[in-house]
């Protein structure tokens, strides 16, 4: 079956630690996606990808690094600058950016600090 | 700035009741607007997507409907189950330049055997 897999379900960062969360889909979407989610808020940008080698910021991509170095594949570093990572990230992806297609998503992961 | 507002935060119901969920927007130049469900600790499941031209769409028990010029959807469960129970999304897709997506906050569902 098609979808979007997102590992590890639940990670934990050390204070001054990098941790990278991955994003691997078998739908062949071109535009990828990472959102940050926090109790009480809608689902907030990170960053964006439309095409292979090419991504954007989104409207919180402070403390944040993303590649797409493969069309599958969409990982997202969550560096030290990032204060406050605490939250649930979700991976989605979309046929095209300019369409009217549906975005899909991945189940997540939770990230905590120790 | 588009803002996407859902009102209830959370709402209660018995098992079999039909019920209505709300969505509201402030910038009608919309794309199209999608409804998800959400389980806790899990991603979000696409129900319904609307294009900015339709009105409604349907799936089974469920029927959203979008009027633009209000900047308002509203998804209608039928016959509710203990399964619906969840937190219900929408999203509003904008039409200008990057076309940016908007998530409302939520309704938490719960359904009462």
């Known amino acids: 079956d098609g979808g979007i897999t997102q590992s590890p379900k639940y990670l934990f960062r050390k204070e001054g630690q990098n941790v990278t969360l991955s994003c691997e889909q078998n739908l062949n979407h071109d535009a990828m996606y990472w959102y940050r989610q926090d109790p009480g808020q809608g689902l907030r940008l990170i960053y964006y990808s439309q095409i292979v080698n090419d991504f954007q910021k989104g409207d919180i991509a402070e403390g944040y690094s993303v590649s797409r170095e493969k069309k599958e594949s969409f990982p997202l570093t969550v560096t030290s600058a990032q204060k406050n990572p605490t939250a649930f990230y979700l991976c989605?992806?979309?046929?095209?950016?300019?369409?009217?297609?549906?975005?899909?998503f991945g189940d997540g992961t939770r990230l905590s600090i120790l | 700035k588009q803002e996407v507002t859902q009102i209830p935060a959370a709402l209660s119901v018995p098992e079999g009741e039909n019920l209505v969920l709300n969505c509201s927007f402030t910038d009608s130049a919309i794309y199209n607007l999608q409804w998800f469900r959400q389980d806790p600790g899990k991603g979000l499941t696409s129900l319904l997507l609307?294009?900015?031209?339709?009105r409604e769409q349907t799936s089974g028990r469920l029927n959203a409907s979008l009027d633009k010029s209000s900047g308002r959807s509203t998804l209608y469960i039928a016959a509710s189950q203990p399964g619906d129970s969840a937190t219900y999304l929408c999203?509003?897709?904008?039409?200008?330049?990057?076309?940016?997506?908007?998530f409302g906050t939520g309704t938490k569902l719960q359904v009462i055997p």
């Open positions: 609307i294009q900015s031209s339709q």
């Open positions: 999203a509003v897709k904008g039409s200008g330049g990057y076309q940016k997506v908007t």
């Open positions: 989605a992806s979309s046929i095209g950016q300019g369409t009217g297609q549906p975005q899909h």
